[in-house]
């Protein structure tokens, strides 16, 4: 995963899944999902977490 930051107040954060990329034939697929910065990323944040069933204490 990985990030960026845009004047206007949007963030966009790289998502990539790699198999074997090192090896021939090896595949790899990413997709960017784009925010603005505030409460739609705090809850993207709280849904990722939520999905990967990370609890918060």
């Keep these: 995963m990985s990030a960026v930051f845009r004047s206007g107040g949007y963030g966009g954060l790289t998502w990539a899944l790699r198999l074997w990329p090192r090896a ?3 595949w790899a697929a990413s997709v960017t999902t784009w925010l603005e910065a505030g ?3 705090t809850s993207f944040a709280a849904d990722v ?3 990967l069933g ?3 204490t």
């Design 24 to 26: 021939a034939g090896g």
């Design 54 to 56: 990370v609890e918060r």
């Design 39 to 41: 409460e739609q990323m």
């Design 49 to 51: 977490r939520r999905f």
